[in-house]
């Protein structure tokens, strides 16, 4: 009684052990999400990771078409005074400022930014500010050294604008050592596994003087566990077939 009630504890165990890190490899590989880890940083769930900061210490950005000029200093706010202006962007500063021929708006602060990545893997700033929108697509330059900004045009209203950021700290950074999350839950699986089977089978043959298929341990979960799996599936193909019958 004792050792049938360990047996079936046994089972559960491992049936949730092999249940839970299925699940968690199946999330962790279909998030493709980059989380944002500082104001111009994000990571990716394989490790690769952006890293825009650089750009703090350089400069605003700068571009002037269509009558609009448009500064971008990235990663952190500053005070930004356009042209001969002396009137600032935001009096205790910006990321995003803008001028055309009648005002100067300020389009959104590091606070207002949100780094991400869309789903066709386009990397991208968007700023909300108040009620306009700045999408600010990020490129990687890997040809020249040069950081380049630019504003879209035509614009199609002026609540929304677009603007491309080339630069080589636009590209992917591959992490330098240690494994994923994934890879080191991959690695553990394979390493239980091993230590399941292979202690399993020196304790039994050690111990209870096992031979052939009994030395594996939970023999007859293993052995049945095709067959459940069998069942399980006719089960699901009866059952939906039985309901289609049902609906006809
Ligand atoms: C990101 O870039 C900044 C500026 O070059 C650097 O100081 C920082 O260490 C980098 N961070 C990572 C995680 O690579
Ligand atoms: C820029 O402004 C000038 C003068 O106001 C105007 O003639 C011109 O059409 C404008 N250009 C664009 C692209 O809006
Ligand atoms: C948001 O925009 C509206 C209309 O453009 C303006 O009246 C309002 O003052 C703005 N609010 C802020 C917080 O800038
Ligand atoms: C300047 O921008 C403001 C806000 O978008 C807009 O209301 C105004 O018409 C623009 N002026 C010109 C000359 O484009």
Known sequence: MK???????????TLFIVLSLFLILFCDTTSSECMQLASCMCSLPDGHYYNL?????????????????VYFHPCTNRPIVIGNDTKTCGGNGVSLCMKNNTEVLNMG??????????????LLFEIHHNNTKSTIIIFCNRVDNKTSFTLDTPIPDP??????????????????????TGSVLVILFFISVGVYFIGGIIVLKALRGATGWEMIPNHDFWCKLPSLVRDGVVFTFNCCRADSYERI
Request: hydrophobic share 30%; net charge positive.
């Open 53 to 69: 900061t650089s750009l703090a210490d350089a400069e605003p950005l700068f571009d002037n078409r269509n009558n609009w000029t």
């Open 109 to 122: 602060t590091v606070q207002e930014t949100h780094m991400k990545l869309t789903e066709n893997n386009v």
């Open 159 to 180: 609540k929304n604008f677009s603007f491309r950021l080339m630069s080589p700290y636009g590209c992917a950074i591959q992490p330098e050592r240690g494994l994923s």
């Open 3 to 13: 050792t049938k009630l360990g047996k079936m504890c046994g089972h559960n165990a």
